[in-house]
Each structure stands twice: as C-alpha cells, then as structure tokens.
C-alpha cells in the first residue's frame, strides 16, 4: 500500500504563485511510479494536470497550464511538487496527488490509470 499527503494549498490572489507538494509513504518503489497531478473543480470532472515519469523524467501538461505549471519529484524523499505560477482564478479546484504503479497503462494522462490517490488540497485563486 502506498499513502499519499499533499500539502501546499490556500488561497491566492490571480497572477500569484503557490507550490504544492506531496509525500509518498509506506510500501513504496517510489522512483519507479509515475506521479500525476489531477484537480477538479466545483461540479467539474476531475481532470489530468501534469505527470511525471520515473526514469527518464519526462513530464506532461494539460494545455491549460503548460508554461504556468511545473511538475518535478525528488526520489530520496519520496515527494513529488507542482509549481504553480501566473495563477487564474480558473485554476480554483482541489488538486490530487496519485501515483500510477502498474506495469502496463495506456496513458499516464488517464486518471482511470492511477492506482493511488491522497486526499486532496484545496486552491482558490481570488480575481
């Protein structure tokens, strides 16, 4: 089992920056997962925000935040961050952290993929 705690959230005006993070614990080969960033928004669908591969680290965005977003992970603390910046009062959801562990997927931007999730953070970008 792997346990998911993202931190980071809170309130920020638009144009503002906030980084968030999340800690991956217990049974974990954490180097080896692939990490994502998913949010949803109030009476939205959750949606694919950026992932993060193992090795290499490649990494993936929504359109809607490529060039605002930045997605990275340091493997020896088992955390993967998502920077934030240029925020849009549109970015206001609650953002999850999941970790996709299967060997074989069809795509890391499929939250269907994802087999662990934390319990999420809360962002609200004022206007």
């Known amino acids: 089992q792997v346990q998911l705690v993202e931190s980071g959230g809170g309130l920020v005006q638009a144009g503002g920056s906030l980084r968030l993070s999340c800690a991956a614990s217990?049974?974990?080969?954490?180097?080896?997962?692939?990490m994502g960033w998913f949010r949803q928004a109030p009476g939205k669908e959750r949606e694919f925000v950026a992932s993060?591969?193992?090795?290499?680290?490649?990494?993936n965005y929504s359109p809607s935040v490529k060039g605002r977003f930045t997605i990275s992970r340091d493997n020896a603390k088992n955390t993967v961050s998502l920077q934030m910046n240029s925020l849009k009062p549109e970015d206001t959801a609650v953002y999850y952290c999941?970790?996709?562990?299967?060997?074989?997927?069809?795509?890391?931007?499929?939250?269907?993929?994802?087999?662990?999730w934390g319990q999420g953070t809360q962002v609200t970008v004022s206007s």
């Open positions: 217990g049974r974990t080969f954490f180097s080896s997962y692939i």
């Open positions: 999941a970790a996709l562990t299967r060997r074989y997927y069809s795509s890391n931007q499929d939250q269907n993929m994802y087999n662990y």
């Open positions: 993060i591969e193992s090795i290499p680290t490649n990494t």
